[in-house]
């Protein structure tokens, strides 16, 4: 990693959203990225039917529903983005919510896609289910799933590291995206629910020493290496997670994650899913690079 300049944020950020209130945290986030980063903004509505009466009628017509509700919402996002010189671009698509995402973000090169929930399901289920975990496998782009009101830039971050190629991306990405914050490594000692209170000592060096390590394979200019701070924590993954994201007053948490077949899936499940259901902030999910899924890299 060279000069900020030689590793700029995404130029796209893609949206989807239903447009309605349920959705408004994960838009104000949006267009707070957008502004912050001088990004364009696509919103992405997808319909799985129609569910007005003017959409009804074009559709009994035989007509395209999109057609129907796109004026409304393009209405509604001037009115929503007036003042900000930021002028989002709607994308209205029929069918499948996670094949429609895959597909609108397959179109550009450089993006980053931010989870919004679809007209029919239910807010846990877009964000937290099977869409964000189907999403998280296949989507190349970063993708963003947002829970908190976005009261300003993130300030806070916290990278999860495993040693593996997955975490570089993911440190890599944290870097890139969020320059001149502070961001925290921390590496959890994987322990059952019956771990010591505290982290005995020998344990905590042998972490920081591997941390240490895993950064010399990173290559960080200074001043980047300079605010990453090392942290360890031992237990249960996601509680030990969950309890410093809440001590550390952490807004973004960035995982990277390691692409598992279908089969690997059902019986193994993931830690980046269960990660995404218990986190109480934002989550940012980093997908390993084909070709780089090593399980883990503590050299």
């Not at 496998?137 to 997955?166: K, M, T």
């Not at 570089?168 to 320059?179: C, E, G, S």
């Not at 410093?244 to 390691?258: D, M």
């Amino acid at each position: 990693m060279n000069d900020p300049t030689d590793n700029p944020p995404p130029r796209r950020l893609l949206l989807a959203t239903d447009m309605t209130a349920r959705c408004d945290r994960p838009l104000d986030r949006a267009k707070q990225l957008a502004l912050e980063w001088r990004a364009d903004l696509t919103v992405l509505v997808v319909q799985e039917g129609p569910s007005t009466p003017e959409e009804v009628s074009a559709w009994l017509d035989g007509g395209n529903t999109g057609h129907a509700f796109a004026p409304a919402a393009r209405a509604e996002l001037a009115e929503e983005f007036a003042g900000t010189g930021l002028v989002p671009a709607l994308q209205v698509l029929d069918g499948d919510v996670t094949d429609a995402i895959l597909d609108a973000a397959a179109t550009f090169t450089d993006a980053l896609v931010v989870i919004g929930a679809s007209t029919h399901a239910p807010v846990q289920e877009i964000i937290l289910g099977s869409t964000a975990a189907r999403l998280a496998q296949e989507l190349a782009h970063p993708l963003l799933v947002v829970r908190q009101r976005a009261r300003g830039s993130y300030g806070r971050i916290l990278v999860a590291n495993d040693f593996s190629a997955a975490s570089r991306r993911a440190l890599d990405t944290a870097i890139r995206l969020f320059p001149g914050r502070p961001v925290t490594l921390l590496h959890v000692l994987e322990e059952g629910a019956d771990a010591a209170p505290v982290m005995p000592a020998d344990a905590m060096r042998e972490v920081q020493e591997k941390s240490e390590r895993f950064l010399e394979r990173c290559p960080l200019a200074l001043a980047e290496r300079a605010r990453i701070r090392i942290a360890a924590g031992h237990g249960l993954v996601t509680e030990a997670l969950t309890r410093h994201v809440v001590e550390e007053g952490i807004g973004l948490v960035v995982l990277g994650v390691h692409r598992q077949s279908a089969v690997a899936r059902v019986f193994i499940g993931s830690k980046s899913e269960d990660l995404m259901q218990q986190l109480p902030c934002d989550v940012l999910l980093v997908r390993a690079l084909d070709g780089r899924e090593d399980g883990g890299d503590d050299g």
